[in-house]
Nanobody, 115 residues
Framework: QVRLVESGGGLVQPGGSLRLSCASSGIIFSINVMGWYRQAPGKQRELVATITTGGSPNYADSVKGRFTISRDNAKNTVYLQMNSLKPEDTAVYYC?????????WGQGTQVTVSS
């Protein structure tokens, strides 16, 4: 069993920053891709960013240059640094771990960008 727990969401003004964290516990896979997805009201869940075990990142075009994904393999934790936040970044952000074709999800954390 894999358990993912997100933290760090909240309310921030446009142009502000937030840092999300996701800690993985339970079965620890030595090789996986961890990432962040988000879902805004009335919209489908979409990819934000992913990062491989070796540290190679991948970003959605909408967040390139503003968000940075990183991971600490020793702590089984993935981070998402979000800068220059926009109202359209408002969504529930979900942590994802994919290993050997299996997907695991966190419970989600709300990010609201509003003045």
């Amino acid at each position: 069993q894999v358990r993912l727990v997100e933290s760090g969401g909240g309310l921030v003004q446009p142009g502000g920053s937030l840092r999300l964290s996701c800690a993985s516990s339970g079965i620890i896979f030595s090789i996986n891709v961890m990432g962040w997805y988000r879902q805004a009201p009335g919209k489908q869940r979409e990819l934000v960013a992913t990062i491989t075990t070796g540290g190679s990142p991948n970003y959605a075009d909408s967040v390139k240059g503003r968000f940075t994904i990183s991971r600490d393999n020793a702590k089984n934790t993935v981070y998402l640094q979000m800068n220059s936040l926009k109202p359209e970044d408002t969504a529930v952000y979900y942590c994802n771990e994919n290993s050997f074709g299996n997907d695991y999800w966190g419970q989600g954390t709300q990010v609201t960008v509003s003045s």
